[in-house]
């Protein structure tokens, strides 16, 4: 089975395609999240915040490195460093269900208390920021399901 095709996979167009989303979605999230100044009161937005700050340079490198495999049109098809890259989105994508999952949770408790704990603008974007994160966590099991289904192969 040649890499190509695997669409999805690292080193294609598709796969540069989801790094690129992925690094957008964490950075909105991590936007979204830190426009409200009292996000630190709360561990889910802090872990939030944590784990956006780890997926979007994961991504971002990841999105070079398809990119540039692109450009230059070799494959990389070494074991070792396909594995690191499906350890390190495993483990990430856990992370960020995780983190997007708790500040979920987090704001709807919130939403449902009393809006002296969170007003109802400031509880919006944390909505939006949890949004973000799930979309985000959706790319990156796309993207770690593609590279799991190429690992055989080599």
Do not use: H
């Not at 991590?30 to 426009?35: E, I, W």
């Not at 007003?119 to 966590?137: I, K, T």
């Amino acid at each position: 089975m040649a890499m190509d095709a695997v669409p999805g996979s690292v080193g294609t167009s598709a796969s540069f395609a989801l790094r690129l989303g992925q690094a957008i979605f964490s950075s909105a999230s991590l936007f979204f999240m830190s426009l409200g100044v009292g996000f630190y009161s709360y561990t889910a937005f802090c872990f939030l915040v944590t784990v956006m700050g780890l997926v979007i340079p994961w991504s971002f490198t990841l999105a070079l490195l398809d990119g540039y495999s692109i450009l230059v049109k070799c494959s990389i098809r070494q074991s070792g460093i396909l594995l690191v890259i499906v350890v390190g989105d495993l483990v990430l994508s856990i992370l960020s269900l995780a983190a997007a999952s708790s500040t979920a949770s987090i704001v709807d408790l919130l939403l449902r208390a009393d809006e002296s704990f969170c007003p109802p603008r400031l509880c919006s974007r944390y909505q939006l920021s949890a949004a973000m994160a799930f979309l985000s966590w959706l790319l990156s099991v796309a993207s770690s399901l593609f590279n799991i289904w190429l690992l055989p192969t080599l």
